[in-house]
């Protein structure tokens, strides 16, 4: 039995392990895609998603998370969720109703809190200090606002072939409060279909939306692409035709699983990622940007 997972950036490794270890014991591909995304949130060393993200322009931190059940389509997203660690298992629950399953801001802090998945503070004072070097550097002009920003995006494929994907992250260094990415809006940030495969992304969500580049690597497969051929198809030529018509193109890279284990990446940024399955041990990946 195949099973599988694949996750954006090395900061995925250790959550990666854990969702292996749940796969390889026939556990579900939702369960341990939460436990991939949680065990990232929960740990403050990484700066761009869940506990220890850095805040934004305003010094809060406000983080965007979804959860997709690549069975039946459900799906469930927070955007500008303050005071939450765990912002994808606020996104999973709301992937169970049929409506409200997508919450922002105050409402989604409010759910949060109702399903008790509040915690005091988001902000470390790691974190804190960080952001006010960046925020003077920034002041000086010796750095650009939005550089420095991740997010965790993640695909499961269990041995029973049912399909998850999701994503967390504190979004871009320095956004402006209410800012929403790619992370939360389907199709954008990611999208799963048991039936086909699934894609996640990470970079500058403001370019991510504009070519819905989820969507169109899960659609690229539905058509027989294999995910390597997907990410190619729909990344490359989208980021050529960005640079055509809108003049430049920010950070996109995305990741691709199939419904038989097999997975894909593109990128225009150096971009590392990691991936475990039934026929390898969890292991970080390097993609180098495709010539431009
Ligand atoms: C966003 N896509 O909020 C996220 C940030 C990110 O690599 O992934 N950066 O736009």
Sequence with gaps: MTWATIATWQMAYGGVGKAAEILRK?????????????????????????????????GVVECDAAFMDGDTLAQGAVAGIRGVMHAVSVA??????????FLVGEGASNFAREQG?????????????TWRERKDQVDRGLITPYDGHDTVGALTLSGSGS?????????LFM???????????SGSGYYVDSE???AAATGLGEDIMKGCLSYEIVRQMAEGASPQEACDRAVYPFIAKLRRRYGKAGACSLIALDNRGRWGVASNVEFTFCIASSDHA???MLANPAPR
């Design 26 to 58: 026939q556990g579900a591909a939702a369960d341990a895609l939460e436990e991939l995304i949680k065990t990232v949130e929960a740990d403050p060393a990484y700066t761009s998603v869940g506990y220890g993200g850095l805040p934004n322009d305003q």
């Design 163 to 171: 399909m998850a994907a999701a994503t967390s992250t504190s979004g």
């Design 175 to 185: 956004k402006r409060p209410g800012r929403i990415g790619d992370s939360a809006l």
């Design 117 to 129: 998945l509040s915690v005091p503070s988001m902000l470390t004072q790691q974190a804190e200090s």
């Design 282 to 284: 969890p292991q970080v």
């Design 92 to 101: 999973r629950a709301l992937s169970r109703q049929h409506v409200n399953s």
């Design 196 to 198: 086909v495969g699934g």
